[in-house]
């Protein structure tokens, strides 16, 4: 049988011989079988192909001549050229010879120096610019390169005659410099006299030192006209010093007319910073005052519900730093209490105002009842007098007659006096009860001063409170007591993108999430910003572990809309359990660690820590 020469024919002899000899079918006994078939001497000499290509994918690329050849060895693989492919290889592994290591400390150093040296024609701000420019590359040799090229120009800069004597610098290495002179040219060796200054050089320098003149002076009136009137509102003889100090500078036109107004300037700020001291000392004052006020508020006033939650307000304005959001907050949170309470307040009056008519009203009754009263008896007492003075019955008859319309009257009078009593009564009974009302409104207004305004949940002063009356509980029957901090991630991101509104829609968003996912008594508060704390009455730290993840999960499935945008929302909590010998602080510090460990682990966490051991 004649050998088969066509490529389908031998395939099919090549699958026939894999059958018959129960060879695993195999590429290389494919392979194999295919050369005996054929005919074909088998490669001793065979280009590895799979190997090679495996051994280039990790070949390092960190500099322009090795990816050169890395890619030439890439090609050489692709076409199947093992001649082309092995002289690549053999080309990158002569590349791989053992360099000289590159002299970053000295160069360093040279920086450094040549930093702190004034250059004519390098600003610092020229040379801040350029070093910036090179640092962006990522490559370690572009790098080396390229920054010891800036620092070398550096060098070769003449020195600024004004500037204190230059160092002399250390050299860099030769190494160094063979190492980059491919790339950078000759290096010349400065020995720390300054070269020649061409006249492009001087043109260029005076240039540059007229920018930054004229920049100074920008900033300098942009100080002036801008930046200190605000803050010179209540002192007028400095607001006119500091208009003086505007035409002064307006009308310098050379670095000479400058120097006069530096020896003003000098002296003015020393009356700024006296005045800056005594608006400090004001403002102490004032804070002093206030919590005076508030304290004698607390001695004078014996029923101070209606003022006791705007009185806390002001206490913890008084008790932080002073910070011009806080002072907004708590104004604005008082303007709508004292709106509300000042509508209560009138209707409370008007409520006062009738049950005082209606009482006048009683005793005005009371007294015409009482002057009906005498009239009748008196009446009565000369009826009496006639019928011991009759002498027959038809005088008593008539005595009589007038004895029964006067009880009559008195009858009807008596009557109308019970009936008016009875409405006044219920008048008044009515009165009593809207006063009780309007004065359980005004105690529930004032209350929700421990509340936040935006969310609805309470507000630090109100969760510290409720933690005092958990942790007595919890100390008293020995129950745990847990407590999480959690953070809104990426709440600046969400700011800056879709508004301050949207951000407290997304505040809004989480807590109505918490708190339809808690237990009746379990509390939710904001500790300021995005910040909320949850406190888990007799509750395991790993139960309240739990109770996190599954809130996590539930504010999942509830996607946020800012303008027709699902936007999912996430935070990062950590959770701890108190330990009655630590106090309020103490926890919330441990747990706000652990929330910031979530949050360098990756967000959309939960950390839980135990108390460390006293």
Not at 32 to 52: Q, T
Request: proline share 5%; charged share 25%.
């Amino acid at each position: 049988m004649p050998a088969p020469t066509q490529p389908s024919e031998i395939a099919r002899e090549v699958l026939r011989l894999i059958a018959t000899r129960r060879v695993p079918p195999t590429p290389d006994n494919f392979r194999r079988l295919y050369n005996e078939v054929a005919g074909i001497a088998a490669d001793e000499g065979a280009f590895p192909e799979k190997f090679v290509r495996s051994l280039a994918l990790q070949l390092p690329r960190d500099t322009a001549e090795r990816t050169r050849l890395a890619r030439q060895l890439d090609q050489a693989l692709t076409a199947g050229d093992p001649a082309s492919g092995q002289r690549a290889l053999g080309q990158y592994l002569a590349s791989l010879k053992t360099e000289q290591p590159q002299a970053w400390n000295e160069l360093i150093g040279n920086l450094l120096k040549q930093w702190e040296l004034r250059q004519i024609g390098w600003t610092t701000a020229r040379k801040r610019e350029s070093l910036e420019r090179v640092l962006a590359a990522n490559d370690p040799a572009t790098l080396y390169g390229r920054l010891y090229g800036l620092v070398r120009s550096w060098m070769q800069a003449p020195s600024n005659p004004e500037s204190p004597a230059a160092r002399e610098l250390v050299d860099v290495a030769p190494a160094t410099a063979a190492a980059t002179e491919a790339a950078t040219g000759p290096v010349p060796v400065s020995n720390g006299s300054p070269s020649p200054v061409a006249p492009e050089i001087l043109h260029i320098a005076a240039g540059d030192a007229g920018e930054l003149l004229s920049n100074l002076r920008e900033l300098l009136l942009l100080t002036l006209e801008s930046v200190l009137p605000p803050f010179l509102a209540e002192q007028p003889d400095l607001t006119r010093e500091v208009t003086k100090f505007v035409h002064l500078v307006k009308s310098a036109e050379r670095a000479e007319d400058l120097r006069p107004i530096a020896t003003q300037l000098r002296k003015f700020a020393y009356r700024l910073e006296m005045a800056a001291g005594d608006n400090a000392e004001v403002n102490a004052g004032l804070t002093n005052l206030l919590r005076l006020l508030l304290e004698n508020i607390d001695q004078i006033v014996v029923d101070d519900r209606w003022l006791r939650g705007q009185v806390e307000v002001l206490r913890d304005v008084v008790g932080k730093p002073t910070n011009v959001r806080l002072i907004d907050d708590a104004e604005r949170r008082l303007k709508e209490v004292i709106y509300k309470q000042s509508q209560l307040k009138h209707n409370l009056s008007e409520a006062q105002r009738s049950l005082k008519e209606m009482l006048a009203g009683f005793v005005d009754h009371l007294a015409s009842f009482t002057e009906a009263t005498g009239s009748y008896h008196d009446r009565m007492g000369r009826c009496a007098d006639q019928i011991a003075a009759a002498h027959d019955i038809t005088e008593i008859s008539g005595i009589l007659g007038e004895v029964m319309c006067e009880t009559l009257a008195m009858r009807d009078e008596a009557r109308r006096s019970r009936d008016e009593l009875q409405t006044a009564r219920q008048r008044a009974s009515e009165a009593e009860t809207r006063i009780t009302e309007l004065q359980h409104q005004l105690d529930e207004t004032s209350r929700l001063m421990r509340h936040d305004q935006l969310t609805g949940v309470l507000n630090r002063r109100g969760l510290e409170e409720t933690f005092e009356k958990e942790a007595a509980r919890a100390r008293r029957y020995e129950r745990p007591l847990s407590i999480a901090l959690l953070d809104l991630d990426n709440f600046k991101r969400l700011n800056d993108s879709f508004g301050h509104q949207t951000g407290d829609d997304a505040l809004v968003h989480l807590s109505t999430i918490v708190r339809q996912n808690l237990r009746p008594q379990d509390v939710v508060a904001r500790h300021g910003g995005e910040e909320f704390i949850l406190l888990y009455p007799d509750t395991s730290l790993d139960q309240a572990h739990a109770a996190l993840v599954r809130l996590q999960r539930e504010l999942t499935r509830n996607f946020f809309l800012a303008e027709d945008k699902k936007i999912l929302i996430t935070f990062s909590a950590g959770v701890t359990q108190w330990d009655p010998a630590e106090q309020f602080n103490d926890v919330i510090s441990r747990a706000d660690n652990a929330m910031y460990q979530a949050k360098q682990t990756g967000k959309n966490k939960v950390v839980a820590v135990t108390p460390s051991p006293a």
